[in-house]
């Protein structure tokens, strides 16, 4: 199988990357290497695109609201949430504290997960000068205990799927816990993958999201087609929502 490549584009918003969309709520298929809010690099994050993407399409010549309520690392792809009113981002914040948002999310490795399923339990501290997470198997000063399910789904010519669901949501949690259990993602090397990415992405999709609506009080699940790059595709068929 070929190196995987991923998606790298700073393309303005469309259609095709709307996954849901109503008065209160917005959910993009984010694209690996698109920024989810304003950093050092200056490169236009994703939530200006939306916010442009929402005033043009409702002719909203003084520009339109939107609230981050979650983020996804810069080489990861897949569905990021954003709440197009204040009473929708304060609710949605409440409950992704209270853990009432599920994520499913993919992952392809080189090397089997032993075991094949299981929980992950570590203590992380980032640092944040050097943008890096190191996991710490008991609590340490500074660490926030992290929590994560996975299982292997799927084997591909040498490459495994591994669907991991988050019960916590810390910087970089998956990569660092994968990389702990001894099975970085591919194109991972700030975790442990000998190589990285020529677009600088990696092999971690946030593939599903489902939650009660916080204002119509009604079950959504929005799920994130694969970025279409010959590689992931081949993958997608062991994936939930298919």
């Known amino acids: 199988m070929p190196r995987p490549e991923f998606n790298y584009s700073s393309n303005e ?6 996954l849901y969309e109503d008065n209160h709520l917005i959910a993009i298929n984010k694209r690996a290497g698109d920024i ?10 994703l939530d200006e695109k939306v916010k442009k993407y929402i005033a043009q399409k409702y002719n909203k010549p003084n520009g339109a609201f939107l609230g981050v309520v979650h983020r996804l690392d810069r080489p990861v792809s897949g569905v990021i949430l954003f709440a197009k009113t204040s009473k929708a981002l304060d609710r949605i914040n409440k409950m992704f504290k209270a853990r009432e948002m599920h ?23 980032k640092n944040p000068q050097k943008n890096v997470t190191k996991a710490h198997d008991k609590e340490v000063q500074g660490s926030l205990r992290s929590e994560l399910s996975y299982k292997l789904v799927g084997e591909l010519n040498g490459y495994y799927l591994i669907e991991v669901d988050p019960i916590t949501g810390r ?16 194109g991972d090397n700030k975790y442990g993958y000998p190589r990285g990415s020529l677009r600088k992405s990696i092999c971690l999709h946030a593939r599903k999201l489902t939650f009660v ?14 970025p279409r790059d010959g ?9 939930v929502g298919e």
């Open 13 to 18: 918003i469309t259609d095709k990357d709307v």
């Open 36 to 45: 989810v809010q304003v950093d050092e690099t200056g490169d236009e994050p």
């Open 103 to 125: 994520k499913t999310y993919y992952a392809v490795v080189r090397k089997r997960p032993y075991p094949e399923a299981g929980t992950l339990v570590h203590w992380l501290v």
């Open 171 to 186: 910087p970089h949690q998956i990569r660092v816990q994968l990389s702990t259990l001894g099975t970085p993602i591919v």
């Open 213 to 226: 609506h916080p204002v119509k009080n009604e079950p959504v699940a929005i799920i994130a087609p694969v």
């Open 231 to 239: 590689f992931w595709e081949k993958f997608e068929g062991m994936m």
